[in-house]
């Protein structure tokens, strides 16, 4: 880092041209001041506040932040995206684990899965990088209708019946699908798995925890995966270190109030949140998709 104008810090060399990427060789890197940390903070508190009680870390909606907001830019935004999960996962499962509720089989599922694909999406991601453009489409896709699904289920319910959980392969596939994704866009994972187990009849409860612990696991590996590939990269993949541990402060403390909030919530306003959120940043994408 070096200073810049204005009070603020400059991340050099944070955005460096990679195997096959267009551009110069190195980036200015992004101006943090300390209003931007701040803001950093503030995202990463009420994100948090509001994702944590149904399992979403919540980097799905900093993404656009970062990219759109912040102007973080890439490939250092799917680490910076790695760090807000790894500082600000242990608010909401210290809290999940005082409550007795972190753990279980679903947890060791989900881990075995999106650990693996968080490697291989890293690894896409430093030499392949793919557009933004695609991903956009396909998260668009994917969250749009399960999020208007899961909130026409909850409010207008099927006949009673008894509820069929994906089986133990059927939710590693998923999760392993959904770590790839992770590698490559640094995202959790939650939005995605969460609007599906629940859909399928697993509760809020126990999805929360264990997506939201998959996810921490997941963004370890894939931040040290990132820093191994730095070794065989062309240039440096670095977060953008302020700005990453600024929102992830922030998700920190929020994630700790929305996990002892949840208890409080009921199955029924959780589901909704959950199709809520699912159809908010499916809608997002799609509007910058279209664009």
Known sequence: MSPGSGGGWIARGTCPRVRGAPGPESSPGVVVEWSTGLLGVAAGFLIAVATAPVGVSGAVFLLPV?????????????????????????????????????????????????????????????FAVPGPRVFRLLVAALLLPLGLWLWLRT??????????????????????????????????????????????GTPVATVAPAALASTFVTSV??????????????????????????CGAGGLLGGYLGARLQPRLPETALRLLLGTLATGVGALYAVQTLR
């Open 155 to 200: 409010v207008r319910p099927a006949p009673a019946r008894a509820p069929h959980p994906p089986s133990p392969r059927t939710t590693t596939t998923l999760a392993l699908a959904v770590g790839v994704a992770g590698g490559i866009y640094g995202i959790g994972g939650g939005s995605v798995l969460g609007p599906i187990l629940v859909g399928r």
């Open 66 to 126: 970062q990219v759109s907001v912040l102007e973080v830019p890439s490939p250092s935004v799917t680490p910076t995206n790695l760090l807000y999960n790894i500082v600000a996962g242990p608010g909401a499962l210290v809290r999940f684990r005082r409550a007795g509720r972190l753990g279980g089989p679903l947890t060791r599922l989900l881990v075995a899965g999106t650990v693996p694909g968080v490697v291989v999406g890293a690894v896409i991601r430093v």
């Open 221 to 246: 590996v894939g931040a040290v995966t990132y820093a191994l590939l730095s070794f065989t990269a062309t240039g440096d993949v670095a977060p953008e270190w302020l700005l990453g541990l600024s």
